[in-house]
């Protein structure tokens, strides 16, 4: 081993010519080409190694501050955009709310002009109805007995605005107008325009009267009549079945419209 190293040591170039000659062989280099020629091109490849390297560095500084750059102006860009939309939503919000409450405002207005409209419609409507409904009593209590009486019941006392009270002196209902003979009462209701709930609040209050009529006239017979200045052909029909007498208006006076079959109820 020490006899090899000794020859590999003996082997290695001395000197600077030597070290060429070494390299010339090992590398192929040209004759023409001296050790400074080689140094130079080292020197040389150095510098622009180390050029390159600057140029890359500068490139890449260059463009990291453009797309920090970048980045920073499509931030501001976008808050921007951000604030815009947030100051559009907010307007948009701003005038509907405006609008809002003004439609509320003009609701509540034309409502409260529809209800004074209906209040004052109301009134004139309830004036009507009080004078229509005092005309058709009037008409009833005038011609109601001699109406009865052409069909055969002859009632000769009248009643008008009666309480019905019980045992207590409490009112338990308000009657139009009686019609009484010895054996008979007929009660009569009268209204304007009788409707199905007329209709079915009569005979809930016939029921009623009942015990009172027991009272103050034991053993009569109860009749009952309704009489309407404007009777629909239903409502005459729904008070025929309930047993009712139906009173109508003809001319000016009234009549007592008895329909072939009826059969009046007793209460």
Not at 32 to 49: E, G, P, Q, R, W
Not at 86 to 98: F, L, N, S, T, V
Not at 100 to 118: C, G, L, P
Request: hydrophobic share 35%; glycine share 4%; aromatic share 6%.
């Amino acid at each position: 081993m020490e006899r090899v190293k000794q020859i590999e040591v003996s082997d290695r170039p001395r000197g600077k010519e030597q070290l060429m000659d070494h390299f010339r062989k090992k590398y192929n280099i040209p004759e023409n080409l001296t050790l400074a020629d080689v140094l130079d091109l080292f020197y040389s490849n150095d510098l622009k190694a180390e050029a390159r390297t600057a140029e890359w560095e500068r490139t890449r500084k260059e463009d990291r501050q453009a797309w920090e750059k970048k980045l920073a102006e499509d931030r501001a860009e976008d808050d921007r955009k951000r604030a815009e939309d947030d100051r559009k939503r907010a307007e948009d919000d701003r005038k509907r709310a405006e609008s809002r409450a003004a439609w509320e405002e003009k609701f509540e207005r034309e409502r409260a002009e529809w209800k004074e409209s209906m209040r004052e419609l109301n009134k004139s409507i309830g004036k009507v109805t009080n004078t229509f409904g005092a005309v058709i009593e009037h008409l009833v209590t005038a011609g109601a007995e001699a109406s009865f009486a052409k069909i055969g019941l002859l009632l000769p006392e009248t009643t008008r605005n009666r309480n019905a009270c019980d045992e207590d002196g409490r009112i338990i209902a308000e009657l139009d107008m009686t019609l009484e003979n010895k054996d008979t009462v007929m009660v009569v209701e009268t209204k304007s325009k009788p409707s199905p709930d007329d209709i079915k609040a009569q005979v809930e209050k016939m029921e009623k009267l009942r015990p009172w009529f027991d009272r103050r006239m034991p053993g009569k017979r109860i009749l009952c009549a309704i009489a309407g200045a404007v009777f629909g052909s239903s409502q005459r029909l729904e008070a025929l079945r309930a047993g009712f007498f139906v009173i109508v208006q003809s001319g000016e006076t009234v009549k007592v419209d008895v329909p072939e079959g009826f059969v009046p109820r007793s209460w």
